[in-house]
């Protein structure tokens, strides 16, 4: 035992010593996260469509058409009374509003008299966003419409008893709280998060595993060495066995993943505001089975690389290859179950999704046993692939 912990300091001493292993381990991973959450997580402010707005009527009537559409869930009104027709549809070609709608005059005095009143609309419906921005648009429309329906019948039929304004007022009213609701209820155990935080729920982990694999050229490269220099053939010829070498070995690898795992878990919590504190047990055992699976890979490339571009290249790949298709980058919930199937080939998969279903989907230990078991069916994997390669490489 305490070769083996000789070993294991005396790696992490020059592992320490490289500044590479800073560069792997712990910056480029909280760069690239802060990267990737800024990129593609969206804005923090109203994700409501844009839609112009110009109302040339001025009637009480188009007053409560604005009324509706300002409530909405879905546009988000853009009012600018300099604004001219053509600007608008300028607006519109650029991008810069997903539509534009306009009440013409006279629009208020037709649909008191139930006549037919048309409004200007201004998009493209054939785009989603377009057809969205219309639908809602005709929405609100059938609503007002409604309501001015209801309240001249009323008021033909009851007079003074049931005056329009009063009438109109209060059927508009009754849409905010509808007598029969339909809920979505999610499951408590189901945390909704903002787009920018959904995205780093994945970027984080994804960047943690995704470097943390590209780090194993560091401790690569230090067995790589030993075996240059000779000196692991001078500790062959002591009492220290071939197990306490590679025990030594891959101790010094685990440490650093784990350490690396606990950093940047810390900063997720902390700086990115995911809550992987929420169940420490499950984050601890995902951290554990995530390290010992890449500790396990890391002692496998050292065996496999006979110099130290091999062990560049046997690093470097495996973190694209395995990262790519382990949902490092793009989530593999977004993909075909074919493409999650070839996904869950990687452990990077399984990693990923035992931290999501702690930070995304709040559920706890009993969610990450599989993803932990699938990790640490891999490091045994590569752990006795690593045995019996230092074996036959050592008999040639």
């Not at 790696?11 to 292993?21: S, Y």
């Not at 869930?73 to 053509?86: D, G, H, I, M, Y």
């Not at 990923?352 to 709040?362: E, L, P």
Request: some cysteine; overall charge neutral; aromatic content about 8%.
């Amino acid at each position: 035992m305490i070769r083996i912990l000789d070993i294991a300091a005396k790696d992490l001493q020059q592992m320490l010593r490289d500044r590479k292993a800073f560069l792997f381990f712990l910056i480029m991973p909280v760069l690239f996260t802060l990267m990737f959450s800024l990129a593609f997580g969206g804005s923090s402010g109203d994700p409501r469509l844009p839609v112009g707005f110009r109302d040339e009527d001025q009637s009480q009537v188009s007053r409560q058409l604005h009324g509706l559409l300002a409530k909405s869930q879905v546009v988000r009104l853009e009012e600018n009374p300099s604004r001219t027709l053509a600007d608008l549809e300028a607006a519109v070609a650029e991008a810069d509003l997903a539509a534009a709608l306009v009440v013409p005059p006279g629009f208020g005095r037709l649909v008191l008299y139930g006549k037919p009143a048309r409004l200007v609309f201004i998009g493209d419906a054939s785009t989603p966003a377009g057809r969205t921005a219309e639908s809602e648009a005709l929405t609100a429309y059938i609503r007002m419409e409604n309501a001015v329906r209801t309240a001249v019948i009323l008021e033909d039929e009851a007079g003074e008893q049931a005056p329009f304004d009063y009438i109109f007022k209060k059927v508009l009213e009754s849409w905010a709280e509808p007598p029969i609701t339909i809920v979505d209820r999610t499951s408590s155990a189901i945390i909704k998060t903002e787009d920018r935080k959904a995205q780093a729920a994945n970027t984080s982990p994804g960047m943690m595993l995704q470097f943390a694999i590209a780090g194993l050229l560091v401790s690569a490269s230090l067995i790589v060495t030993e075996r240059k220099n000779h000196s692991l053939q001078r500790m062959l010829t002591t009492a220290t066995q071939r197990v306490h070498i590679l025990l030594g070995h891959y101790l010094a690898i685990f440490v650093m993943v784990f350490v690396q795992f606990l950093i940047l878990l810390t900063f997720g919590q902390l700086a990115l505001k995911l809550d992987y504190a929420r169940a420490p047990i499950a984050t601890l055992l995902m951290a554990l089975s995530a390290a010992l699976c890449i500790g396990a890979m890391g002692l496998l490339i050292g065996t496999l690389a006979k110099t130290d571009e091999q062990a560049i290249i046997y690093s470097l790949v495996p973190m694209f290859v395995l990262a790519g298709i382990g949902g490092a980058w793009v989530p593999l919930e977004v993909t075909g179950p074919t493409v999650q199937a070839i996904g869950h080939l990687s452990p990077v998969a399984w990693a990923m999704d035992g931290f999501k279903n702690i930070t995304i989907r709040g559920l706890g230990v009993e969610a990450v046993l599989l993803p932990a078991i699938a990790l640490l069916g891999y490091a045994i994997l590569f752990f006795f692939l690593a045995v019996w390669r230092f074996r036959s490489s050592q008999e040639h």
